[in-house]
């Protein structure tokens, strides 16, 4: 099964997992070797982050 591309940028990713404290094990071992429940907590981050981006524009 071929993998997709990532949504996020690898910036925007780098930037979540450095808020969230496992920046290191990212640079030490890649993607593959942070914990799920750190990758939850990545995607939460960053859904909360999109939905704030989306209220600024709504206000006039």
């Known amino acids: 099964m071929a993998r997709r ?3 996020m940028s690898d910036q ?3 930037e ?3 808020e969230l ?3 290191d094990t990212v640079k ?4 593959g ?3 799920s429940r750190d ?6 981050r960053a859904l909360e982050m999109a939905e704030q981006n989306m209220n600024q ?3 006039p």
């Open 33 to 35: 070797g942070i914990k």
């Open 39 to 44: 990758a939850g907590n990545m995607v939460k």
């Open 12 to 14: 925007l990713k780098e």
């Open 28 to 31: 030490q071992e890649g993607w």
């Open 5 to 7: 591309g990532g949504m």
């Open 21 to 23: 404290g496992f920046y």
């Open 57 to 59: 524009i709504g206000r």
């Open 16 to 18: 979540i997992a450095k």
